[in-house]
T-cell receptor, first 112, second 113 residues
């Protein structure tokens, strides 16, 4: 029973490089979310997908793009990484929020 | 816009104490409220989920209550242990047709032997 799986767990990028963070859930949830967590800032929503085929911006979408590949997978792409994107990224999923939210273990990203 | 406040921001207690962590929110028209635990460098682990129609939920030494009318929830930890040391976050599971959760900043708990 894997829940929400994120890859990679750690990544170091140089400024300007691109990468995609992967997230997959096996709970047949409709909604998926990407958050970043920074010291003193709490969890901030980057993008979310209320259902397969839809995506919407959250609180801090600049510099990111997302793809809801299918019901299971929701990826986050950094096209040109910046040091300000150094953070811990969490993916979460829910059955439209009514049964709570399940989080992945996170990706720790450092941009140098 | 829903705002969630957790007080205190940090707490240090000796082992064995009973604790109360507080979470307050501004919009009472919520679908549910969820308490999470986060260990350093780890993800969020769900502890308790209270639906809007419920008043409390219990799991082992944990009890969470919900009072929508006053915009408050409390997480009660009985007989605290060093293994309870972590950050505890509350999340409001959406309001007014939106299922996007709003998180508090968390309470950082240290239980010392």
């Amino acid at each position: 029973n894997a829940g929400v799986t994120q890859t990679p767990k750690f990544q170091v990028l140089k400024t300007g490089q691109s990468m995609t963070l992967q997230c997959a859930q096996d709970m047949n949830h409709n909604s998926m979310y990407w958050y970043r967590q920074d010291p003193g800032m709490g969890l901030r929503l980057i993008y979310y997908s209320a259902s397969e085929g839809t995506t919407d911006k959250g609180e801090v979408p600049n510099g990111y793009n997302v793809s809801r590949l299918n019901k299971r997978e929701f990826s986050l792409r950094l096209e040109s990484a910046a040091p300000s994107q150094t953070s811990v990224y969490f993916c979460a999923s829910s059955d439209s929020g009514l049964a709570g939210y399940t989080f992945g273990s996170g990706t720790r990203l450092t941009v140098v | 816009k829903q705002e969630v406040t957790q007080i205190p921001a940090a707490l240090s207690v000796p082992e064995g104490e009973n604790l109360v962590l507080n979470c307050s929110f501004t919009d009472s028209a919520i679908y549910n409220l969820q308490w999470f635990r986060q260990d350093p460098g780890k993800g969020l682990t769900s502890l308790l989920l209270i639906q809007s129609s419920q008043r409390e939920q219990t799991s082992g030494r944990l009890n969470a209550s919900l009072d929508k009318s006053s915009g408050r929830s409390t997480l009660y930890i009985a007989a605290s242990q060093p293994g309870d040391s972590a950050t505890y976050l509350c999340a409001i599971g959406g309001t007014g047709g939106s299922y996007i959760p709003t998180f508090g900043r968390g309470t950082s708990l240290i239980v010392h032997p």
